[in-house]
């Protein structure tokens, strides 16, 4: 029997359905009004910000048959998401000019893309999974080639669309095996099946559960599946590396915290270990390749492989704090790489984006104040305190400590220390070297605002973490 759908069914997607209005909109204007292009990053910026008020005083619920949860967790994980886009339409205002990057399609995009992302965190269901992961996935596509002359952002744009496609085939098929063997896609729902019915150690269930982990693992730059990440990023436009290096990063492990939580609570013991194994593999590759990286998005590229194996800690630990633990680490995350990377576009200019680590020599005295700025973000990425990423390292480690992992902790240290040599070698290159040329760093209101918030939060959340510890805890609860 159809049930009838009332207005108050759709007031849990109510910020989603915003978004696409939004994007809708920045698409109409951008063709109808020429003119007034020049406002479309404001009215993206705005309704970002209302939908962030929106979601603080949003009440939680279901949608679509439990399909669709709002609940804190997912909150938190939209937050990050909005950030994300708020943070990169403050870094783009600049650098569209430099690149001369049609505004309206740029931001329709990013719009769409963080809807994807919103329903990823709120999915309670596989097939739902999929549709956000796709409307996330293809969004980004279009905004890694806008540079339509850069042979480099063609080739980023290709490699990620056809590597992303056989991700996405990978991630069916691992449904499709989870839907033959349980007969749902509810997350919920396989849990229960499996529980009553003892097929946890069924090997095609755990086929099919590998598989969907495979694909997620993917969308978060995880090894073995980063091989896309240094060409993506450094070919990309800047604004849009840093976009992708927070925003899809914090959605791809929403989804896997609410999978495994969800669906497999009770195989900690089999899940765990191969979250032991990817987190590694990460750290070891993510830092010890970028040791030899002489161009600085590559080098970032191979810094997110590696603290994705850092926050994968969090989640291998199966408790709360393990989880909380991951949670403020994505938001740090999101601080701190998006002021390096808005360092990076504060260099840039029409003559030269200045991406080699060798354009970074002697910066700090033909720019003191981008060189201080890189300087606290490297020591964030780094987790030398007192900044956010040694508070957001230090809860990891403690959380996989506590849960047993004791030699991954280990290990984790070691690559934590080796990878202090690639980040505090651009530290010596601004501060020890001479110049190779003086330049005028552009401080432009928007991209100024990024680097202060940045920088704001880098060192607030370092001195006091309390209050962000808090939130994520208080969004555990009843989960």
Known sequence: MNMPLSLSAFIPVLPEIFLVCMAIILVVVDFSYPRNREMLGQFTLYSGLGVILFLFCQKPGIAFGSMFIVDSYSVFFKMICLFGMIMTILLSVQYLKVEQIRQGEYFSLMAFSVVGMMIMASAADLIVVYLGLELMALSIYCLVGLLKDDARANEASIKYFLMGGFSSAVLLFGITLLYGMTGTTDMAGIASYCSQNAILSNPALMVGAILVLCGFFFKIGAAPFHFWSPDIYQGSPT??????????????????????????????????????????LSMAVGNILAISQTNV?????????????????GILSGTSEGYSSTMNYLLIY???????FGVVILLCSKESRRESLEDYKGLAKTNPMAAFLMLIFMFSLTGIPPTAGFIGK???????????????????????????YFYLRLV??????????????????????????????????????GSLLDWAARSLVGF
């Not at 403690?398 to 690559?415: D, M, Q, R, S």
């Open 239 to 280: 604004s849009i590396t840093a976009f992708m290096s927070v925003a899809p990063k914090a959605a791809g492990f929403a989804v896997i915290g609410r999978f495994l939580l969800m669906a497999f609570p009770e195989s900690h013991g089999q899940w765990g270990s191969l979250l032991v194994v990817i987190a590694l």
């Open 297 to 313: 998005k590559r080098m970032l590229a191979y810094s997110s492989i590696a603290h994705a194996g850092y926050a994968l800690l």
């Open 334 to 340: 999101g601080f701190m790489n998006m002021g390096a």
């Open 394 to 420: 230090f809860y990891l480690l403690k959380a996989a400590l506590v849960a047993g992992y004791t030699l991954p902790v280990i290990i984790a240290v070691i690559f934590s220390a080796i990878s202090a």
């Open 428 to 465: 010596r290159y601004m501060y020890m070297d001479d110049p190779r040329e003086d330049f005028v760093a552009h401080y432009s209101p928007g991209l100024t605002t990024a680097l202060v918030i940045s920088a704001a939060g880098v060192i607030g959340i370092g001195i006091i973490p």
